[in-house]
Structures are given as structure tokens and as C-alpha cells.
């Protein structure tokens, strides 16, 4: 296979890239002054702006790549698993961002402080650090091996290697001096960018399949070889193993997306942006509204992939060659192979705006945890005074130091998810399981009961992770000997882990001088709002 990038794909590369260096270096004109404006803009920023940075940080180059594999290898429960993301969006809208504003947070583990002190605090930074890293990480590889295939033809490790590299300044480079306002910004303009993209892909897979819509969908319905219909929405079987069933979106699905709206900084940083709170649980509701056509669409690309490789009566004898494994996903071998001259450049550049979306984001918000709870109370025991303008500087330098981390974990995911084996996004999701499961057992502890200190919290923290970590299919092998592990879908990792986690945390006595009152009255949400 030879990859041909005619003259028209390398002029769409190079125009986006003229575009993101002259964006980036137009969004960091206003400089911010104090950390609270590098990390949260001063609550200055436009709902819609926000919602658009919250959909386009949510999505990622596992969803540019794995969407397209999903809807080819399945059929369409990913997509009804957004049911379980607006019940989060209107648990966490009602209940946990107007404890943001009215605390006047910058990290959301700042909350943990008022019950359980500022070691609570800092243990649940840390696991989100980890956690993220974990994530973001994978992520970051993700979009990696895809720029790898497109620019060098193959996916060898010092070809990855290159293209984590590439990936990793870029996004380091358009974050480091604005802050969170030029993240959002470029957001904006990089999910405008992949979005496209995924358009006009399946413009071009409309028009390369010469049959008519009502034949497409009879074709998806009926797939040859008497498999299910792949237009299959709501799935209601009980399956352990299965991620995206009715059960699995209704608790699993629900909690992974309360710990990314409310517990996760990444998004979380976000939505703190804005105005009021009022604006902040907006921009969550239609973030979460407008990730079912954006993900329909990259499902979307999948289906017609099918068609386009396994039902050759509608492609009129059109020889096509099948997808293989050393095309990693089959949009990409279909890239690779199939895709018309000036297309290639154009996925090149989504899979990169995914990933700079993403990326950008987490950088930012690990600077922010770095920087806000963890090296300023190391500054305050110590008794050591610094002014507004040095926790900027000592942002960046965290901001570069999470890049490598970021960087560090892509090259390891490189060879985790060969193990494992799990479609693209099933992988994505899966590992921000380790983090998400202690936060959400610590904080359901902190919403729903008076008991916990900062001892349990640490020993939640930590259960939450190690019962994750028990229920990898490796890990069952390597403990009982067995080829055949029970697979336990990542859902249930997090309902066992949060449950665990919950558990353990409320077996700490609160300490009552230290406690102090989380709820929020409608006058305290008025005045920060």
C-alpha cells in the first residue's frame, strides 16, 4: 500500500496549519494576569462558546476514529447511551454547579475542603491527575497512530513516537500563554473543523455507494450473513460484558457522565467559565444535546462503511479491497485506500482538530490542579508568599510537565490497548474508569451523608482505584490462572468501584469542628452568580 497525498491534500494541511498558528497566536493576545484568570478567564466567557469547548472536550480522536469503527463492527446503542449523559448533565446542572459557583472554586476538589480539609483536597487532585493522565493519555494515541498511518504509511513505534510528539507541542504550544480562554476559543474553531470533516466524508460515501437511501436502510436492517440489524437502537439484553446495553446506560452510563460534567476538571474547568451558574448549567445541557447528531454523524460513517466493504450487491461489482488489522480501524484503512484526492488532507486535519480539542483541555485543567491545590498549599505550610503573577509562570511550567506525562502514557497505550484488545472508544472510555470511580464514591459521600474525614476519603480514593483495577480481564487471569476471564464491561467496573469506594468512605467519623456546611442557599448562589 502506498499512501498518495496529492498536492490538493498537502494544501488543506498546510492551510490548517497556517490557521492554527495564526489562531493560536491571536487567541493568547490577552494575556491573564493572576491564576484565577489563566484558569478560569474570569468568569467571563459566552455560554455558547463554552458549550461548544464542553462538546468539542468530551469528543476526541477516539471519536473521530472509533465512532466509524463502532457503527461498522455493531450497530446503534452507542448512540442511545447519551440518554444516561442528560440524566447526568441535569443531576449535575442541579445539583453540583451552583455548589461551584457559590463556592467560587477553581478546582472542583476545592469543595472537599470545607468538609474534610485540604488533604482531602489534594488526595482527590491527585487521583484525578492520575486518572487523567490514564485518559488523556489514551486519547493522545489515539489520534497518534492515526497521523502516524496518514503521514508515514505504518504504525511503527518511532513513527507513533513522532506523531505524539507532533500532537503534543502543538496543543502545548496553543494553550501555554492564553490559558483556558484560548483553549475554549480554539475549541470553538477545531470542532467546526473535525465536524466538517465527518460531513464530508459521508457526503463522499453517499455518493461512491450507488444505491438510494431507502435501499441503505433496508440493507442496515437486513445485514447479509443473518447478522442483527444494525440499526439497532436500544439493546435490552443482560450481559455483563456488554457496554452499551439499556441496563448499562441506565447506572454505569449515568455515573461515568456525572463524574465527567461535575467531578472532572478536564470539563468541569469549563463550565466554570462562565457568567453565573445559570449560564454554567446551560452550557452542559447543550453540550450534551448537540453530542447525539455530532456522534450520529462519525456512527453514521461506520454504517456506510459497512455497506461499502460487506455488500457488494450494492456497490455494483466496485472492487474494494477488505479492511485488515494493520489498518488499525476500518476508517482508516478506508483512507487509506479509497478515500478521493483532497479528502485525505481533510481527515488528517479532523483527526488532529479532535485531538487538539482534547488535548488542549487536559492540559489546562492538570496545570490548574497542579498549580491551585497542590503546589499553592505546598507554598502556604511553608509559609512562603508569592505574588499573583508567579502562579501564572508556574501554570505553564505545570502545563509543560502534564505534556509530558500526556506524551509518556500515549507511547504506553501504544502497547495497553493491544492487549487488551477493546474497539477504540470502548478503550477510551474504560480507563477513565481508575479515577472516576473513587471521586464518585468520595462525593456521593459528600452530597448524601455527614459521615467521612480525610482518612477515608484517601482510602476511598485508593479502593476506588484498586477495584477497577481487579476487574481487568489481565487481571483476573493473572489472579485465577484462567484463559477465559469473567469480562465485566466498563459500566459495571464503575458501579462496583463507586459502590466500593462510597462504602469505604463512609465508614470515616466525621470530625465536627472541621465540618462544615456544604449545602447552598438560593442567596449565596445570587451573590456569586
Not at 94 to 103: K, M, N, Q, S, T
Amino acid at each position: 500500500m502506498e499512501l498518495q497525498f496529492t498536492g490538493l491534500d498537502w494544501g488543506i494541511f498546510a492551510l490548517y496549519l497556517g490557521v492554527l498558528a495564526a489562531s493560536g497566536w491571536y487567541f493568547s493576545q490577552n494575556r491573564a494576569n493572576n491564576s484565577r484568570d489563566y484558569f478560569l478567564a474570569g468568569n467571563s466567557m459566552p455560554m455558547w462558546m463554552v458549550a461548544i469547548s464542553t462538546l468539542a472536550t468530551t469528543q476526541s480522536a477516539a471519536t473521530f476514529l472509533g465512532g466509524p469503527d463502532l457503527g461498522y463492527r455493531g450497530d446503534l446503542t452507542y448512540l442511545f447511551t447519551n440518554v444516561g449523559a442528560v440524566i447526568a448533565a441535569i443531576v449535575v446542572a442541579r445539583f453540583l454547579i451552583p455548589r461551584f459557583y457559590a463556592h467560587r472554586v477553581t478546582t472542583v476538589y476545592e469543595l472537599l475542603q470545607s468538609r474534610f480539609g485540604e488533604k482531602a483536597k489534594n488526595r482527590a487532585g491527585g487521583i484525578y491527575l492520575l486518572g487523567r493522565v490514564f485518559a488523556s493519555g489514551a486519547r493522545l494515541y489515539m489520534a497518534a497512530i492515526a497521523v502516524s498511518m496518514i503521514l508515514f504509511n505504518d504504525i511503527a513505534a518511532n513513527h507513533v513516537i513522532a506523531a505524539v510528539i507532533l500532537l503534543t507541542a502543538a496543543g502545548l504550544l496553543q494553550t501555554l500563554i492564553g490559558g483556558v480562554r484560548s483553549v475554549i476559543q480554539s475549541d470553538v474553531l477545531q470542532c467546526i473543523v473535525y465536524v466538517s470533516a465527518a460531513v464530508a466524508v459521508v457526503a463522499v460515501l453517499l455518493w461512491q455507494i450507488p444505491a438510494d437511501m431507502g435501499q441503505l436502510f433496508a440493507a442496515l436492517n437486513t445485514p447479509p450473513g443473518g447478522e442483527a440489524s444494525k440499526l439497532t437502537l436500544v439493546d435490552t439484553s443482560w450481559d455483563l460484558s456488554d457496554p452499551f446495553n439499556l441496563w448499562a446506560t441506565l447506572t454505569g452510563f449515568v455515573l461515568l457522565n456525572i463524574a465527567a460534567f461535575g467531578l472532572d476538571q478536564d470539563v468541569t474547568q469549563r463550565i466554570l467559565t462562565c457568567k453565573t451558574p445559570r449560564d454554567g448549567a446551560r452550557a452542559v445541557l447543550f453540550s450534551v444535546v448537540m453530542v447525539v447528531p455530532v456522534m450520529a454523524v462519525f456512527m453514521g460513517i461506520g454504517l456506510l462503511l459497512h455497506i461499502f466493504y460487506q455488500n457488494p450487491q450494492l456497490m455494483a461489482g466496485t472492487s474494494v479491497s477488505a479492511p485488515s488489522g494493520g489498518d488499525v480501524t476500518v476508517f482508516m484503512h478506508y483512507v487509506l485506500n479509497e478515500m478521493p484526492a483532497g479528502l485525505r488532507g481533510l481527515v488528517t486535519i479532523g483527526v488532529i482538530a479532535a485531538a487538539l480539542s482534547t488535548l488542549n483541555s487536559s492540559l489546562n485543567s492538570m496545570a490548574s490542579v497542579l498549580t491551585e491545590d497542590l503546589y499553592r498549599h505546598w507554598l502556604r505550610v511553608r509559609g512562603i508568599h508569592r505574588p499573583a503573577a508567579h502562579f501564572v509562570r508556574a501554570g505553564r511550567w505545570g502545563m509543560a510537565l502534564v505534556a509530558s506525562a500526556l506524551g509518556g502514557m500515549a507511547i504506553l497505550c501504544f502497547f495497553w490497548q493491544q492487549i487488551s484488545d477493546l474497539p477504540l472508544i470502548t478503550f477510551a472510555l474504560s480507563v477513565m474508569v481508575f479515577a472516576y470511580s473513587g471521586l464518585l464514591g468520595v462525593f456521593f459521600t459528600v452530597l448524601l451523608t455527614r459521615r467521612g474525614n480525610a482518612s477515608s476519603v484517601g482510602w476511598a480514593l485508593a479502593v476506588g482505584f484498586v477495584v477497577t483495577l481487579l476487574q481487568q480481564p489481565w487481571m483476573i487471569t493473572l489472579l485465577t490462572d484462567t484463559n477465559e476471564p469473567l469480562v465485566i464491561a466498563f459500566p459495571w467496573q464503575l458501579c462496583l468501584g463507586t459502590l466500593a469506594s462510597f462504602a469505604v468512605c463512609n465508614l470515616g467519623k466525621p470530625v465536627p469542628e472541621s465540618t462544615q456546611d456544604f449545602t447552598v442557599t438560593p442567596n449565596q448562589t445570587q451573590a456569586n452568580g
